[in-house]
């Protein structure tokens, strides 16, 4: 029954194109090229603006070109230098990004300015030409096929991977058999959104990795959905994945991955890398034990001689 509601709700969501999400981001203005524009953010159902002050900085830059598909920046400028201020609210203001690596800007912090606010200081960026999946690594995976030519939340899900081996490969499609809403939520989680909006299928000719998949809800890798080693192509041609994520601010704080955090080792599944890891903190509180037991039995803890101290003399 939910796979059925999901389906029906992923057909309405996308007849007639692909819907704009919460956190969306595009490049406006008067000289707005595919790399270059002012900021835009898409939220509660409005475009709006990023103010520029104090707090935007090379990371927030960095994480708006991220977000748009682009590897880096190459600098940022109020909008009206070139680009002209925009309309409607002021989303964003106090940007602040932490890092280089943050994939969504509103994984950033922020405050809401009042709506009375002016656009004298919308943000503008210029991205470099370079894509973020122009250097992949296996278990990335990308929003692609976009009719706007632009990278946005909403498109065919493919994953890189390679041909058995840890170098190499090519981008592939998801096949819809036994794929459902987890599915496209673990996606969209690994690229920095929250979840999913919906997903459903469309024609493609790519290369078909994955034909099925299996996730839960608390996935925030796509990569432990399903096996890389044994991936299968039994898969019609109007069956690759198409997925649609959105960012809801109330769930910001569960977790989520990035395409670093969930690459992909031939000959290695996912679960050993938690079991090695339990193995491990299991290993780290055994020997803190055993060096506490044994300071004391040797005398060397201070409490412990303190009280032998005692126990003599009480004796004698």
């Known amino acids: 029954m939910a796979t059925v509601f999901f389906a029906v709700f992923a057909a309405l969501l996308w007849s007639g194109g692909f819907a704009q999400n919460n956190g969306d981001l595009r490049l406006a203005g008067s000289e707005t090229t595919s790399t270059q524009g002012r900021v835009e953010i898409f939220l509660n159902g409005e475009w709006g603006t990023i103010s520029l002050d104090n707090s935007f900085d090379s990371f927030a830059a960095n994480t708006v070109c991220r977000q748009l598909g682009y590897y880096t920046w190459l600098r940022f400028e109020n909008a009206s230098v070139t680009f002209g201020t925009g309309t409607g609210r002021i989303w964003l203001s106090s940007v602040d990004c932490l890092n280089l690596e943050t994939d969504h800007i509103l994984r950033c912090g922020y405050s809401n300015p009042p709506s009375n606010d002016t656009h004298q200081l919308d943000v503008a960026v210029y991205c470099e030409t370079d894509r973020v999946w122009d250097y992949p690594s296996?278990?990335?995976?990308?929003?692609?096929?976009?009719?706007t030519g632009d990278y946005t939340s909403a498109g065919v899900l493919e994953v890189y991977l390679g041909d058995g081996t840890n170098v190499g490969g090519s981008w592939g499609i998801v096949c819809t058999d036994y794929f459902e809403i987890w599915d496209a939520t673990s996606a969209c989680r690994q690229l920095g959104y929250t979840g999913a909006a919906g997903y459903s299928s469309q024609t493609s000719d790519e290369q078909v990795w994955i034909d099925t998949v299996y996730c839960y809800y608390n996935h925030s890798c796509f990569r432990a959905c399903y096996d890389f080693t044994d991936h299968m192509t039994y898969c019609d041609d109007d069956q690759a994945v198409t997925i649609s994520c959105t960012f809801n601010v109330g769930d910001a704080g569960l977790p989520y991955g990035t395409n670093d955090d969930c690459l992909f080792f031939y000959g290695i599944p996912y679960w050993v890398f938690a079991l090695v890891g339990a193995l491990v903190l299991f290993l780290f509180v055994c020997g803190v034990v055993c060096?506490?037991?044994?300071?004391?039995?040797?005398?060397?803890c201070p409490l412990a001689a303190s009280r032998r101290q005692h126990h003599y003399q009480v004796i004698q």
């Open 291 to 300: 060096c506490i037991v044994a300071c004391c039995t040797l005398s060397i």
């Open 138 to 147: 296996n278990g990335y995976i990308r929003i692609a096929d976009q009719p």
